[in-house]
T-cell receptor
Framework: GDSVTQMEGPVTLSEEAFLTINCTYT??????LFWYVQYPGEGLQLLLK???ADDKGSNKGFEATYRKETTSFHLEKGSVQVSDSAVYFC????????????WGAGTKLIIKP | GAGVSQSPRYKVAKRGQDVALRCDPI?????LFWYQQALGQGPEFLTY????????KSGLPSDRFFAERPEGSVSTLKIQRTQQEDSAVYLC??????????????FGPGTRLTVL
């Protein structure tokens, strides 16, 4: 079945550092890919998404490109801020899962001033 | 407009008690989902509604779990005879369309259930 694997955390960076959180997936066909973020004490929020190969999703300075050849959707940001500290989840929705979101385990990001 | 709301935000139950968790989706959203999120893990699918029809309940862990959406809007997740392993955050999400895997799911804040 479909699955998502993302890098384990916590990831600790200094402010203004470059961020990469790796995400790879296994799915039939061409799933839609998502990054959700969960800030402390808040619910899950969609950060960005991509629905077909080579699409780039972007929001709030974060970017991720749908790479079919490497089955990846890595999250990047050029200069992180303390306010980016949160848990980041990679997820997919595909033909087999149809309407369900299949989730990674989440990566906790800690940004130090 | 208003997002997805859930109530209560926190629930403490003694083992063996029944609980009911409520979800108010975004108005007009066809699809409604329930997920269970254990501490430090990603959410796990429980069940899916398209309007009032429960199209998939394959993720419900046991027959003690029951969900309904009788009028195609508000949904209730009921857990009977709660057990300690039911302790988790229960998330509700809604999306505009039905059975559209490109559609975005919008999440509520969750209900944190603790079973003592």
């Amino acid at each position: 079945g479909d699955s998502v694997t993302q890098m384990e955390g916590p990831v600790t960076l200094s402010e203004e550092a470059f961020l990469t959180i790796n995400c790879t997936y296994t799915a039939t066909g061409y799933p839609s890919l998502f990054w959700y973020v969960q800030y402390p004490g808040e619910g899950l929020q969609l950060l960005l998404k991509a629905t077909k190969a080579d699409d780039k999703g972007s929001n709030k300075g974060f970017e991720a490109t749908y790479r079919k050849e490497t089955t990846s959707f890595h999250l990047e940001k050029g200069s992180v801020q303390v306010s980016d500290s949160a848990v980041y989840f990679c997820a997919l929705s595909g033909v087999d899962s149809n309407y369900q979101l299949i989730w990674g385990a989440g990566t906790k990001l800690i940004i130090k001033p | 407009g208003a997002g997805v709301s859930q109530s209560p935000r926190y629930k403490v139950a003694k083992r063996g008690q029944d609980v009911a968790l409520r979800c108010d989706p975004i108005s007009g959203h066809v699809s409604l989902f329930w997920y269970q999120q254990a501490l430090g893990q990603g959410p796990e699918f429980l069940t899916y509604f398209q309007n009032e029809a429960q199209l998939d309940k394959s993720g419900l862990p046991s027959d003690r779990f029951f969900a309904e959406r009788p009028e195609g809007s508000v949904s209730t997740l009921k857990i009977q005879r709660t057990q300690q392993e039911d302790s988790a955050v229960y998330l509700c999400a809604s999306s505009l369309e039905g059975l559209a895997f490109r559609d975005t799911q919008y999440f509520g804040p969750g209900t944190r259930l603790t079973v003592l």
